[in-house]
Nanobody, 127 residues
Framework: QVQLVESGGGLVQAGGSLRLSCAAS????????MGWFRQAPGKEREFVAA????????YYADSVKGRFTISRDNAKNTVYLQMNSLKSEDTAVYYC????????????????????WGQGTQVTVSS
């Protein structure tokens, strides 16, 4: 069992930056692909970014590529999402996600492949 707790959300002006953190419980953090999803009001939850077990591979949604960076620190059981050049359309609840049952980082973009979810953290970008 893995518990994920996000932090770092808040209100920021367009063009600004935020860094989200996700702390994971358990001793097998490095067995998990980790990712971030987001859900805006009235919309489905969508994939944002994923990172491989060692942190050597990353994968992004086209909408955030070049602006967001996902990273992890396995010694701290933590995954991060650095968000730069934020836009109003980035406003959403951001969820941390983890899965040990996949063999390719590309599969992490599917919500059905996620084993564990965090509770979410609100990011609001004002224009």
């Amino acid at each position: 069992q893995v518990q994920l707790v996000e932090s770092g959300g808040g209100l920021v002006q367009a063009g600004g930056s935020l860094r989200l953190s996700c702390a994971a419980s358990g001793r097998t953090f490095n067995n998990y692909y980790m990712g971030w999803f987001r859900q805006a009001p009235g919309k489905e939850r969508e994939f944002v970014a994923a990172i491989g077990r060692s942190g050597g591979s990353t994968y992004y949604a086209d909408s955030v590529k070049g602006r967001f960076t996902i990273s992890r620190d396995n010694a701290k059981n933590t995954v991060y999402l650095q968000m730069n050049s934020l836009k109003s359309e980035d406003t959403a609840v951001y969820y941390c996600a983890g899965s040990s049952a996949i063999t390719s980082i590309v599969l992490m973009r599917s919500v059905t492949r996620v084993e564990y979810w965090g509770q979410g953290t609100q990011v609001t970008v004002s224009s």
